[in-house]
């Protein structure tokens, strides 16, 4: 449900920057630090494979059979604590996000602009990614790898 929520807000605020910015208009949110700008990722992340319509195919299959792979992994409740499942969320909904821009647009809408720094434009699905993964790979560090030692301490 979360998941969907997250969803429907990236593809909202995804047509809206199309509707009003695919002319070339930029929206400044705070002068000199962050604007929104319409741009059209025809790759993957910074643009990566750009150009390659086969490449892009193959990358939405596996982005595609990764993300079905997510959601019966939560339907079936293989991940069991809640800031796996949050971080799972989240990266989910970022990847159909992006995914779903892929299918029926043929490109990724981009829109988040920093301006302080030389930056690839990026979009909410974006964050969403980053933050799940960033944040999954910090709870294993920090949970998962206390839980091994406590294990490997009681089984020795």
């Known amino acids: 449900m979360i998941s969907g929520a997250l969803l429907a807000a990236d593809l909202l605020i995804k047509a809206w920057v199309k509707r009003r910015l695919e002319g070339g208009a930029a929206v400044v949110l705070i002068p000199r630090v962050l604007q929104l700008r319409y ?73 988040i602009e920093t301006l302080f720094v030389n930056f690839a434009v990026f979009n909410f699905a974006d964050i969403l990614i980053s933050c799940g993964v960033f944040l999954l790979a910090g709870w294993l560090i920090l949970f998962e790898g206390k839980a091994a030692k406590k294990t490997k301490a009681v089984s020795a």
């Open 39 to 111: 741009v059209e990722n025809r790759g993957v992340s910074f643009s990566a494979l750009a150009g390659s319509p086969a490449a892009m195919r193959i990358v939405s299959i596996v982005t595609g059979l990764m993300l079905l792979a997510g959601v019966v992994c939560l339907l079936l409740g293989k991940i069991k604590e809640t800031a796996p499942v949050a971080c799972g969320v989240m990266i989910l909904a970022g990847g159909l996000g992006n995914l779903v821009d892929r299918m029926f647009r043929g490109y990724v809408v981009d829109y």
